[in-house]
C-alpha cells in the first residue's frame, strides 16, 4: 500500500520511529474515514507520517513523535477490544494529550443520554467546565454546594460513557461514615445497612434510566454501588467510576480509592468541603487530595460555586446563608 498521508517537507527529522500493524483492516480503521484520524495527529504534532507494507514511520521532532506513538498505541488497543475505533474513542484520546479536534465545541453542548433522546444540557458556565473537564481527562475533582449538579452530571456523563460502549461498566461509590457499631444496629445484611447511604446515588440514575434498566444493569453487574470501605484490593478496567461525597473519605481511603483505577477508565471524585462529618477532626481526603494532585498533568481541579445550584431558588440562599454570603472561588483547572 502506497503512503496515505503526505510527508511534511522537513531536511532532517530529529527522531523516527515505527509502528508495526497487524492486517489491513486494522490499518483502515485507524486511518479513519478518509484518513481523518491520521491526519489530526499528524497535522497536530507536525510530523511525518508514511505507510511501508504494515508499518507506520513517523519522523519529527522527540516530543511529538512520542507523543504521536502513545496516541497510535492507545488507538490500536481500542481496536483491539472493540474490533472497531468509534470516532468518539478518538477524540477523547486525542483530547488527553491536549489535541483540540472538531468534536471538542460540539461535545461541551449536552450530555446525550440514548434514553428516548434525553440530553442533559449544563445550566451554567461552572458546569459546562466540569462536563468538559470530565470528557477530556481521565481524573476529576469536583467541590461544590448542595445543588450544584456535581452528583447528577457525574452520572449523567458516566450513563452516556456506558450507552456509547466506551466503557463496560459503572461503579458508583460512597463513604459509609457510620460504619461500624452504629450500623449494627439496623436490620438487614451489610448491604441492606449502607443502603440509606447510597441511595442518592439510586434517585440520579432512576432520574435518567427507568426501574427496569436500572436493575438490569445492577443484575447483570454493569453497574455497582457500593460502599468506599468494599473497594479495597481491586482493580477496575474499562470502567466509569464515581466517589461520591468524597468529603468523608480520609486521606489513607482516597489513596486506596484512587490507586483502584484500571486501563481505560474514569474516576469522577465529587464532594462538599463544608460537610466534612468525620470523626475526631480527621482531615478530608477530598481536600487532601485537591492539593496534593494540582498539578498532575490528566486530573482536573474544579470546584462549582453558589452560582451553579440548580435546585429549587431557596436553595442557593441557604447556602450564602450559611457561608456568610462569601462563595467558593471557582478553580477551573483543567489539568
Do not use: W
Amino acid at each position: 500500500m502506497n503512503s496515505r498521508v503526505a510527508q511534511t517537507n522537513r531536511p532532517e527529522p530529529m527522531t523516527e520511529a515505527t509502528i508495526a500493524l497487524e492486517s489491513q483492516d486494522q490499518i483502515r480503521t485507524l486511518f479513519g474515514p478518509r484518513d481523518e484520524y491520521l491526519r489530526l495527529v499528524q497535522d497536530s504534532l507536525g510530523i511525518d507520517v508514511v505507510l511501508r507494507g504494515d508499518k507506520l514511520r513517523l519522523a519529527g521532532d522527540d516530543e511529538p513523535v512520542t507523543r504521536a506513538m502513545q496516541i497510535l498505541d492507545e488507538m490500536c488497543e481500542i481496536i483491539h477490544r472493540k474490533r472497531d475505533l468509534p470516532q468518539q474513542d478518538v477524540y477523547d484520546v486525542l483530547s488527553r494529550y491536549g489535541i483540540d479536534h472538531p468534536g471538542r465545541q460540539k461535545k461541551t453542548a449536552g450530555i446525550e443520554l440514548h434514553e428516548r433522546s434525553r440530553t442533559i444540557t449544563p445550566k451554567s458556565e461552572g458546569q459546562a467546565d466540569y462536563i468538559r473537564a470530565i470528557r477530556d481527562q481521565d481524573v476529576v475533582f469536583c467541590a461544590g454546594p448542595a445543588g450544584s449538579g456535581k452528583t447528577y452530571l457525574a452520572v449523567a456523563m458516566a450513563i452516556n460513557a456506558l450507552r456509547t460502549e466506551r466503557v463496560r461498566r459503572l461503579v458508583l461509590v460512597r463513604p459509609a461514615v457510620e460504619a461500624g457499631e452504629k450500623l449494627g444496629f439496623l436490620p438487614g445484611d451489610m448491604l441492606a445497612k449502607v443502603n440509606p447511604y447510597l441511595r442518592p446515588l439510586m434517585d440520579a440514575l432512576n432520574e435518567m434510566l427507568t426501574f427496569e434498566q436500572v436493575q438490569r444493569y445492577i443484575d447483570n453487574g454493569v453497574i455497582e454501588i457500593v460502599p468506599l470501605a468494599f473497594m479495597r484490593g481491586r482493580t477496575l478496567n474499562d470502567t466509569f467510576i464515581i466517589l461520591d461525597e468524597a468529603q468523608n473519605a480520609t486521606t489513607t481511603q482516597m489513596k486506596m480509592f484512587l490507586t483502584r483505577m484500571g486501563t481505560n477508565s474514569k474516576i469522577v471524585v465529587t464532594g462538599d468541603a463544608t460537610q466534612v462529618d468525620l470523626e475526631n477532626h480527621a482531615k478530608s481526603g477530598l481536600s487532601d487530595a485537591m492539593h496534593r494532585l494540582r498539578n498532575v498533568n490528566g486530573v482536573a481541579i474544579m470546584s462549582l460555586s453558589g452560582e451553579d445550584i440548580v435546585r429549587h431558588p431557596l436553595v442557593r440562599d441557604i447556602v450564602n446563608a450559611y457561608e456568610g454570603d462569601s462563595s467558593p472561588t471557582l478553580i477551573r483547572n483543567k489539568g
